[in-house]
């Protein structure tokens, strides 16, 4: 993507349920935070902050930040959902979301609807503080957490929550996973009536 242009919608991805774990799933197939652009376009589709607020902070190191703190998110909610405990990642994200988030208020727009905006312009600290006081919010919520589920697509690592009408959903998405999996599928019952 050419620095400055905004990512293609199914760039950045926003259905596993929760921020935090949208935040785990920019790194599959590939690596999406590849730009301080993407990071801006991520931190505004995940309603950290809203559409044309200004981040003047933001460069490399806030990329760093955002890619520490989704590798740590990475850690400890694959650390729960295998029943194994992850220390440092707990402390870490511990530390991270101790900062105020950005405080968010609401003014009249002049067709006069309510809009959100912010009190100042947000840092690094503060987004970052959002998406981990998610994790920790997620992680120590018992009915949240037993909806953690890893995606069964054939090598994909993303986890979701399964909110689905009887707690079934199997992929992280129906039409990128699900449908891959049906197209194996539907090949392997066709190699087998040919033969």
Not at 106 to 135: F, I, K, Q, S
Request: proline residues 9%; contains cysteine.
């Amino acid at each position: 993507m050419a620095l400055g242009t905004d990512p293609a919608p199914y760039e950045l991805r926003f259905d596993s349920g929760r921020g935090c774990l949208d935040l785990v799933a920019t790194n599959h197939p590939v690596e999406r935070l590849d730009s301080v652009p993407r990071l801006r376009a991520w931190i505004v589709g995940a309603g950290l902050v809203p559409a044309g607020a200004k981040l003047p902070g933001a460069g490399p190191q806030w990329l760093a930040a955002f890619r520490e703190l989704r590798g740590l998110v990475a850690q400890l909610v694959r650390g729960e959902i295998e029943g194994r405990p992850v220390g440092p990642a707990l402390d870490r994200i511990n530390a991270l979301a101790a900062p105020a988030p950005p405080a968010p208020y609401a003014v009249r727009a002049p067709d006069g609807t309510l809009v959100r905006v912010l009190r100042g312009e947000p840092g690094c600290p503060a987004l970052l503080a959002a998406v981990a006081r998610d994790a920790v919010d997620l992680l120590t919520d018992p009915a949240a957490r037993a909806l953690l589920r890893q995606c069964e697509g054939d090598n994909c690592p993303i986890v979701y929550l399964d909110t689905s009408r009887g707690r079934r959903r199997r992929w992280c998405s129906s039409e990128v996973c699900g449908n891959r999996e049906r197209v194996a599928r539907h090949r392997r019952r066709a190699a087998l009536a040919r033969t």
